[in-house]
């Protein structure tokens, strides 16, 4: 959860604030943000598509029940998903 931000003193000195110290003041919160979330994902792996791929086949192929249909069904979900992700990426890019 977030900590405050945002407290007593503070709120009274922003009711003042002109445009230039208001918009200092929200860089520094969203720059805040930004770091917080890097801080977050640092631990996070992150995985190309084919490495996911590749993964996921070692995990099916180890666990029992899984055969082709069910397999077939997973690729087509897999598919689905990064399609999904592509397209949003090639839209926030340009």
Known sequence: MAKNVINRTIYKEIKHY???????FLQNIYFEGIKEVYR????LK?????????????GIEKEKGIGVKTKQKIDKIVNK????LKSDVEIKNE
């Not at 445009?19 to 200092?24: H, I």
Request: hydrophobic letters at 35%; zero cysteines; proline letters at 0%.
């Open 46 to 58: 992150l995985f190309r598509e084919d490495e996911f791929r590749e993964l996921l086949e070692i």
């Open 18 to 24: 002109n445009k230039q110290q208001m918009e200092k």
């Open 81 to 84: 998903i990064f399609e999904t």
């Open 40 to 43: 977050q994902l640092s631990g």
